[in-house]
C-alpha cells in the first residue's frame, strides 16, 4: 500500500556547489545532482507517483550548516507518522575511521567540521523517528587530487581501500555503511558497491545512479507490483546500470524493509504529464493566507470598497452566437492566454496551472532553485471604480501599480472599453530555502508585460475544452441562495458572476458565496456532512471564533494531468454571531443552494 501522503515526509539534501576552504580549491561542482534532486522533489510530489504535498516535500539546495539539514530531518522526522524518506546528493568523503562525511557547500576533504558526518543524521532518525517506515538513499559524489582525472571524466563517488585513498567516496563498503544506517523497518540503498566509484556522466542530466531512479519513477517497472516495493525498484536499478556497464548500487533492508512503497508503478497505468500536487482545501483559513489556500480567496477588487455593489452583473453567455462581437474578458476568455511562463523562467522552473483556483484565474508557479515557491497570478475582476493609485498607460491598457504587502506584489490592469480588469500578483509560498527573498516586484511586472502584450496585441483567446453541463462553470452564485434570512443589501457579484457578497443592512453579518476547484476535500479538514445529495464539509470558525464556512462538492473530475478535483461551491459567514447561530444559517442558505444544483458527479 502507498504511504499516506498527508503522514508522511520528504528531506532530499542536494549539494552541488562548493567554495574554497582555508586556502583549499573548492571541490568540483556537479550541477547533475542539482537537477536530479529537483527532478527528483517533483516526482514525489506527482499525484501520478506518490502525491506528497510541497511542505511535506522539502528540498535543501546547498544548505551551508550541518545544523540546517538535521533541524530539517529531526522536523520531518518528528511529524512523519507514516513514511519517511531522505535523500542525498553531493560529494563524500571518508574520516580515517572510516565514518561518513556528507560533504556540504563549505566542507572540503582537509575541513571536514562543516561536513554533516552520518553519525549525526542517523542519530536524528533514531531519536526523532515516529514514521512506520524509512528510506534512506546516498548518491554521493567525491573530490580529490588522486581522481582529478575522474572528476574531468565524469565520474564521482569512490572507495576506500587498504587504508589508501582511490576516490573519495563515501563508503568503504556499501554494507558497512548500510547497516551503519539501519533503523527499524528501513531501506537503505547506495549508489554504488565497495571500492567502486559511482558514475555521473558528462552528456546526462543526471548522475546515473539518481537518473535511473528517476526514470523508473516516470515510467514504472512492467510486470511489478503496484506501488512499487523498494526491492523492485533497487532490482530494476541494479539491471538497468549493469547493462550499461555503470556501478552497481548496494541496497539493505530490515524489518520487511524491501517492502516499503513510495511510488505508484506507472508502467500499470496510463502515462501523464508530471504535476505536482495541488494544495488540498483547508479547513482552517485564516485571513490573508487566501492565496495558499485557493478555497478561501476573495478577490481584491471586491474587497476595495462597498461601492462595487452597483457593479453591474457579467451576462451569462451561451454557447452560441457571433465570438467577435463579445468583449475581450468575459466568462469564455482563457485566463491562460494572458501568462507566458516562459518569461518567468529566469526566476526558476515554470509550470503553468489553469486549475489552482476557481475559473477566473490562471497560476504560474515559479520554483526557485532553493527550493522555494512563488505563485504568479492572473485574475479577472470586475471593473474596479476609479482610484488615485498612481497609473500609466501601456497601449490602451491603464497599469495600476499597488505598494508590496504581506509578502506580495499586485498590479492590476484595466483595458479601455471592458467591464473587467485583470489583476496580477506574485506570492512568495513562505517556505523557500537558504536563498534570498524572491523579487516579487520584478516578478510581477515581468508578469504584467506579457499580460499587456497579450491585450494589446489581440492575443487573447477563449477557452478551448468546454465545461460539462453540470459545472459550476455555467451558475451564478447569485442566484443560488435566498438573501433574505440575511437581510442584505444588494449582492455584489465577483467576475462571471462565480462569486457574489453579500452584507446584512441591519448587523455586521458578511457572507460569500464563492465557486472553487482544487482536490477533494478532506474528512481531516473538516466536519463530513451531506446537503441533500451532495457531500458536504463543515469548517467551524476557519477564520476566527466569528466565522463559519461550508463546503458543497458539486463535480469529482479527473483532468488532463490524471489529478482527481473537484468543484466546490462554499458559502463563508462573518459576523458577531455565536457558532452556533452562523452554523444554522450557513445550513439554511447551503440547503436551498443544494436544491438549485443538478446532482452531483
Not at 38 to 50: C, F, G
Not at 190 to 214: R, S
Not at 498 to 519: K, N, P
Amino acid at each position: 500500500m502507498l504511504p499516506d501522503p498527508a503522514a508522511s515526509r520528504a528531506v532530499l539534501i542536494a549539494v552541488d556547489t562548493y567554495r574554497a576552504v582555508d586556502g583549499h580549491a573548492p571541490m568540483e561542482p556537479l550541477p547533475s545532482v542539482a537537477r536530479g534532486a529537483k527532478r527528483l522533489a517533483h516526482l514525489l510530489r506527482d499525484p501520478a507517483v506518490w502525491g506528497l504535498p510541497r511542505k511535506h516535500c522539502v528540498l535543501l539546495s546547498n544548505p551551508a550548516r550541518p545544523d540546517t539539514v538535521l533541524e530539517a530531518v529531526s522536523r520531518a522526522a518528528r511529524s512523519a507518522t507514516d513514511t519517511l524518506l531522505v535523500y542525498f546528493a553531493g560529494h563524500g568523503w571518508l574520516e580515517a575511521d572510516n565514518d561518513l562525511c556528507l560533504m556540504l557547500p563549505g566542507s572540503h576533504p582537509d575541513h571536514l567540521i562543516r561536513a554533516l558526518k552520518y553519525r549525526d543524521l542517523r542519530s536524528v532518525l533514531l531519536a526523532r523517528r515516529r514514521a512506520h517506515s524509512q528510506v534512506v538513499i546516498l548518491d554521493s559524489c567525491f573530490s580529490g587530487a588522486a581522481v582529478t582525472a575522474f572528476m574531468g571524466g565524469g565520474f564521482m563517488g569512490g572507495g576506500f581501500v587498504g587504508g589508501g585513498f582511490v576516490g573519495g567516496g563515501f563508503v568503504s563498503g556499501a554494507q558497512t555503511v548500510a547497516h551503519h544506517a539501519l533503523v527499524d523497518r528501513t531501506y537503505l540503498m547506495t549508489a554504488c558497491a565497495p571500492q567502486e566509484l559511482a558514475y555521473a556522466p558528462p552528456d546526462e542530466p543526471y548522475p546515473a545512479f539518481t537518473g535511473e531512479l528517476i526514470r523508473t519513477l516516470e515510467h514504472g517497472i512492467p510486470g511489478a507490483p503496484d506501488p512499487l516495493p523498494m526491492d523492485a525498484v533497487f532490482r530494476q536499478l541494479r539491471d538497468a546500470l549493469a547493462a550499461k556497464q555503470r556501478p552497481r548500487p548496494q541496497a539493505s533492508a530490515i524489518n520487511v524493509g524491501h517492502e516499503i512503497a513510495l511510488a505508484r508503478n506507472r508502467a500499470r497505468t496510463p502515462p501523464h504529464p508530471e504535476r505536482r500536487p495541488l494544495p488540498p482545501p483547508p479547513a482552517v483559513p485564516a485571513g490573508h493566507r487566501w492565496w495558499r489556500r485557493p478555497s478561501l480567496w476573495l478577490p481584491s477588487a471586491l474587497l476595495l470598497t462597498a461601492s462595487l455593489a452597483a457593479v453591474p452583473l457579467v451576462p451569462l453567455l451561451t454557447d452560441g452566437g457571433d465570438e467577435t462581437a463579445r468583449p475581450h474578458l468575459n466568462r469564455h476568455t482563457d485566463p491562460c492566454t494572458l501568462t507566458a511562463p516562459a518569461a518567468l523562467a529566469r526566476y526558476g522552473e515554470t509550470e503553468q496551472d489553469p486549475a489552482y483556483g476557481g475559473f477566473d484565474r490562471c497560476d504560474v508557479l515559479v520554483h526557485r532553485a532553493d527550493g522555494g515557491t512563488v505563485d504568479v497570478r492572473v485574475e479577472l475582476d470586475p471593473a474596479a471604480p476609479e482610484t488615485t493609485e498612481p497609473a500609466r498607460t501601456v497601449g490602451s491598457v491603464k497599469v495600476l501599480k499597488t505598494p508590496p504587502d504581506d509578502g506580495t506584489c499586485e498590479r492590476r490592469l484595466a483595458p479601455s472599453g471592458e467591464d473587467a480588469t485583470v489583476t496580477i500578483s506574485a506570492k512568495d509560498d513562505g517556505e523557500s530555502g537558504d536563498g534570498d527573498d524572491p523579487p516579487l516586484c520584478e516578478m510581477a511586472d515581468t508578469a504584467t508585460n506579457s499580460a499587456l502584450a497579450a491585450l494589446n496585441e489581440g492575443k487573447v483567446r477563449p477557452r478551448t475544452t468546454p465545461f460539462p453541463a453540470n459545472s459550476l462553470f455555467h451558475r451564478n452564485a447569485c442566484a443560488l441562495i435566498d438573501p433574505t434570512p440575511l437581510h442584505a443589501g444588494p449582492p455584489r457579484p465577483g467576475f462571471a458572476n462565480w462569486l457574489c457578497r453579500y452584507s446584512s443592512t441591519t448587523t455586521d453579518l458578511d457572507a460569500v458565496i464563492f465557486f472553487d476547484r482544487g482536490q477533494p476535500p478532506s474528512p481531516a479538514d473538516g466536519t463530513p456532512t451531506r446537503i441533500r445529495d451532495h457531500q458536504a464539509l463543515l469548517h467551524p470558525a476557519p477564520d476566527g471564533p466569528h466565522t463559519f464556512q461550508i463546503q458543497i462538492t458539486q463535480r469529482t473530475y479527473t483532468d488532463t494531468r490524471n489529478r482527481e478535483l473537484t468543484e466546490t461551491l462554499n458559502i463563508t459567514l462573518s459576523g458577531n454571531a455565536p457558532q452556533k447561530s452562523l452554523r444554522a444559517l450557513a445550513l439554511t442558505l447551503a440547503d436551498t443552494a443544494t436544491a438549485k444544483l443538478s446532482k452531483p458527479t
